[in-house]
């Protein structure tokens, strides 16, 4: 059974909460840039593109093309409709785009839905021209130090154990032929205070894989250590900067 049923609602709240702000994504941007080293006009496939926040992106930033492969409807049907972005139905394991054809592959936030990460990073082989980079922007087992949401709501270790390891990540895609070039932790500037994070919360709890597997003992207890915080005087001095890992193969 999928980690997380992408429907309606859920494709709502994600674009609603789970979708970055363009100023809160330097970092990322940046990093992209050096592992990436876009030209106009080459094809980036990002495979299970959500809302398509990151293909918009990738284009705005780099001019250029993204093939957005994405398997559940309400999240396609969510993403902008633009001439460089070209939606299509598919997954991980199964991305309807020719053999040798994409110039770089991007999965934000997609390897702990895949069930056979194998299989996706053979597929994943099969469509990019050899030398081509697989960018992974990701949480991994075992690396949450830097991850806010373990601060406040430390019980969604649980399921983030779950998660494939960096080095299952590497092993599943050295054996398709890929190496590990890069692995560093990217910050993302996404919630300005706690007050924005507390009005956000109830949401993510709806959108982020995560926050949905806590009880509704632990998500109280996590929103009561927000509100809190963030009612004492040096709320503003918390820090709220996150940090995912960009693992990067060629
Ligand atoms: C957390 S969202 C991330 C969306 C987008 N990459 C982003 O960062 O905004 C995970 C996405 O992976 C998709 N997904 C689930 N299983 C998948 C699979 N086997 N292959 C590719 N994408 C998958 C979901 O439908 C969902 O849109």
């Known amino acids: 059974m999928a980690r997380t049923e992408y429907d309606r609602t859920t494709a709502a709240s994600f674009k609603a909460v789970r979708e970055i702000r363009r100023d809160g994504l330097d970092a990322w941007k940046a990093a992209i840039f050096r592992h ?3 030209e106009p006009g080459m094809t980036v496939v990002d495979v299970g593109a959500g809302t398509g926040a990151f293909a918009a992106a990738m284009c705005d ?3 250029v093309k993204v093939i957005a492969v994405e398997p559940a409807p309400a999240m396609r049907a969510l993403i902008a409709d633009r ?9 991980a394991a ?3 785009v020719p053999d040798g054809s994409a110039d770089a592959a991007w999965l934000s936030t997609v390897t702990h839905h895949v069930p056979d990460l194998a299989a996706a990073a053979r597929e994943i082989r099969r469509v990019l021209r050899p030398g081509a980079p697989v960018l992974i922007r990701n949480a991994f087992a075992g690396r949450y130090e830097r991850l806010r949401i373990v601060r406040w709501f430390p019980e969604v270790t649980r399921v983030l154990d ?3 390891s960096v080095e299952q990540t590497c092993r599943a895609f050295e054996e398709a032929g890929f190496t ?4 560093e932790p990217v910050p993302q500037a996404d919630i300005r205070s706690l007050s924005e994070f507390l009005d956000r919360v109830d949401t993510l709890r709806t959108a982020d894989t995560l926050m949905r597997s806590l009880t509704d003992a632990e998500f109280e207890r996590g929103k009561n250590r927000i509100r ?3 009612a004492r005087e040096d709320a503003q001095d918390v820090d709220l900067t996150s940090a995912l890992d960009l693992l990067v193969l060629r």
């Open 36 to 38: 990436l080293n876009p």
């Open 61 to 63: 930033w780099f001019s």
């Open 83 to 91: 001439s460089d972005v070209e939606v299509r139905d598919g997954h």
């Open 94 to 96: 199964e991305i309807p």
């Open 162 to 164: 779950t998660y494939p």
């Open 180 to 183: 590990q070039t890069a692995l």
């Open 228 to 230: 809190e915080a963030a």
